[in-house]
């Protein structure tokens, strides 16, 4: 049986990353096909930001939800679970015929693609038991999020145009078969050794009205305003409902966070210096598609195309970062790691609409290569550090960490981005002599000043990004946990299979 185990675990890892590409993929093709769903659903903008934010919520929601019950049940049953409820999911959502229908179909999927990273990371734990190979299997995972990124524009740009956005969701159905026939065949069950009697409701409830609050808040704050009455009961919220929660926790004989975690300075760090880095980059590379669309002229097919090498170089580096274990202490590798990220960050503070596809080429791959090699020591951190009967609780801490750390992001720098933005109008037309009185060159000359501190509100933006990752890099040198436990990781016997 073990013989057989090692063979098929390359394939195990072939099954989670089906799993983990094809939510994510779903994430970034739904966003392409917005456009489309307003025009047919005859919605405005701002209604359809709903199917967005409905789905990060639900999502945040769920993460350790399932984490739990994947320790609890079986994270294998969990995982076909998720699967199985997301093409049923997806089934509804490519015949939703309002926005109503397609926000509560795009829960259900939330819900269950929720249920992908938590178990997935288990999985790998449990099948990846050596510390090496372990961070390569890890680093190969999560590529997979990168390269659901690199590829939704790509595939999702042709479906949309010729076979419409319903096409986007029902392409979801076979590929989810598929993944849901791998794991039948080759993830091998397993569970903690320390069974759950009674699941904590209300740790859930009260995490789950937490995390709606704030997600809700950081996703649109900026539309209501960040210090409007709204906004401010979502902090209110937020702030009751985590201190409620952390009371349930720290009295429940089997809470669905063991609050134990934080007292691990390992552990902490490394949620920490993730948060940052998540925080940092998702706030700045939300933007790049953005500039490249509007300011150098880029269709979305081919500002897909400039993603492509990102992919690659993220490949390459995660393979280095996984030989890398156990030869240097993971601080030192997450140092560099991240430091390399800021200087790819920092070098898109030089975009201007003269820059041709190599400026947004060369820092995109600098940017990948740095995450690419640190991203699988993160994740391997955890697997080493918390005791195997939580690793699907753990991993969707880590999970939930990036989720809330690019909501932050986003908000953050799309702030920075409209304040500098404002900033810049005004100093830029304080500085300005307009000595023609023709209407209509008095219209373009405003507009091109408009146009000017747009352009020029994307270098602050860029810049704290490079100096926000720079302090992640710092701080990853309190992760101290030795090359050697790395090296080794957990057992294989010390965990439960059935």
Not at 79 to 93: D, E, P
Not at 353 to 382: E, H, K, Y
Not at 387 to 412: D, H, K, Q, T, Y
Request: proline residues 3%.
């Amino acid at each position: 049986m073990e013989e057989t185990h090692k063979n098929f675990k390359w394939l195990v890892l072939l099954t989670v990353i089906v799993g983990t590409f094809l939510g994510r993929l779903d994430q970034t093709i739904v966003n392409l096909a917005l456009p489309k769903i307003i025009t047919d659903f005859r919605i405005t903008v701002t209604s359809a930001s709903w199917i967005a934010t409905a789905y990060i919520l639900a999502n945040a929601v769920f993460v350790p939800i399932w984490g739990k019950l994947g320790d609890t049940i079986g994270r294998k049953k969990v995982y076909i679970w998720g699967f199985t409820i997301f093409i049923f999911g997806s089934a509804l959502a490519g015949f939703s015929w309002d926005l109503s229908s397609m926000i509560v179909f795009r829960i259900i999927q939330a819900i269950a693609s929720s249920a992908d990273y938590p178990t997935a990371m288990a999985i790998l734990a449990v099948t990846f038991s050596h510390g090496k190979e372990r961070a390569q299997a890890l680093g190969l995972w999560s590529v997979s999020f990168a390269a659901a990124s690199v590829f939704g524009p790509l595939i999702g740009g042709p479906m949309i145009d010729i076979f419409g956005w319903r096409s986007i969701f029902l392409l979801n159905i076979p590929i989810g078969i598929i993944g849901t026939i791998m794991a039948f065949i080759f993830v091998r069950e397993s569970v903690s050794e320390r069974k759950t009697m009674h699941f904590d409701w209300w740790g859930a409830i009260t995490l789950g009205i937490a995390l709606s609050a704030l997600v809700l808040v950081l996703d649109q704050g900026s539309i209501w305003g960040w210090y409007s009455s709204v906004s401010a009961i979502c902090y209110v919220v937020t702030i009751l409902f985590t201190a409620i929660f952390i009371f349930i926790e720290s009295k429940s004989e089997d809470p669905i966070v063991d609050l134990k975690f934080f007292k691990n300075s390992v552990f902490v760090n490394t949620i920490v210096n993730n948060f940052v880095v998540f925080m940092a980059l998702m706030g700045a590379v939300f933007l790049i598609p953005i500039f490249v669309e509007t300011y150098l002229g880029y269709d979305a097919t081919k500002t897909g195309y400039i993603f492509i090498p990102m992919a690659f170089f993220m490949v390459i580096s995660s393979a280095i970062g996984g030989n890398l274990t156990g030869k240097i202490q993971p601080k030192y590798i997450i140092f560099a790691s991240t430091f390399i990220a800021a200087v790819g960050v920092y070098m898109f503070s030089y975009l201007d609409p003269r820059s041709g596809i190599l400026d947004v080429i060369i820092p995109l791959s600098i940017m990948a290569f740095g995450l690419g090699f640190g991203m699988s020591q993160r994740t391997n951190v955890i697997t080493v550090v918390v005791p195997v009967e939580e690793m699907g609780i753990a991993s969707s801490v880590l999970a939930l960490g990036r989720n809330i750390a690019g909501a932050f992001g986003i908000a953050i720098f799309g702030t920075i981005l409209t304040d500098a933005t404002k900033t810049n109008v005004l100093n830029t037309a304080y500085h300005s002599i307009i000595k023609i009185t023709d209407p209509a060159v008095y219209q373009q000359a405003v507009e091109l000043i408009i146009l000017k501190a747009q352009i020029d509100a994307y270098k602050p933006v860029f810049i704290t990004a490079s100096i926000v990752l720079l302090v992640g890099a710092f701080l990853a040198l309190f992760i101290d946990v030795s090359k050697e436990r790395m090296q080794h990781g957990h057992k294989a016997e010390d965990f439960v299979e059935v």
